[in-house]
């Protein structure tokens, strides 16, 4: 059993086309001397609106900082294309393959999570991460691996409910926008997923997630990683 109240922080889609961004976000962070994890995409290619191929590796200076951050390093997919692949496992797994083989030779060690793009995740998915990570989470809440499923949804996203690739997903904004209102207000169980996206930065949304953090952090949420969740629990 787990005793206290925690704030999981999450900074999703870092890659080095969101490098100015993430640094920002990053900083603030650390300005605060709290723990959070990082979402790594390794290879990014142009789900945002962008032609070029974004390898993490090509990166060196962007991977030396995101090294020297006290936020724990996870796998975002392989290139944030990743739910387009999730019917077909043989493709699923090798991409995961190649994701971390990257992500091993940008920081020296093995992810230890999974965060699927866009939390878009199934079965045989989930089965198939279960081999390489101790977790995953999706759109419902974390999964560790051998231990329990934790119920709550992602808050943070109000800002960005206006963005095109958000109207483009399935889950719509305005499900997410009332599930998270809720969910912020009846604090079912001790964990909160706080979620901060790199785009925030650029439409004013990263003021909105940083009060709603200050504001946990002082009614006494605890900031914790996925991996200190894990050993926990
Ligand atoms: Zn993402």
Redesign the pocket.
Known sequence: MMDGRYILVSV??VTPFYERQTRRIIDELEHRKMKYSI?I?PKLNDRFNTSKEYNILDYPQFIRFLKKSCGELIL??LD?ADAKYIDDPRQVEQRIKIAIKIFREAFNKKPRGYTP??WVTNKEQNNILKKYFDYTEGFYGIRLFNKRFIFGFPLGMESMMDNEHFKKDKITPALIKYLSLIYSKIHYGNVIRLTI?AREVDIDGLEHSLSLLDNYLKNGWTPITYSELNKKI
């Open positions: 999703h889609d979402l995409i975002h997919g944030h793009p866009r996206h």
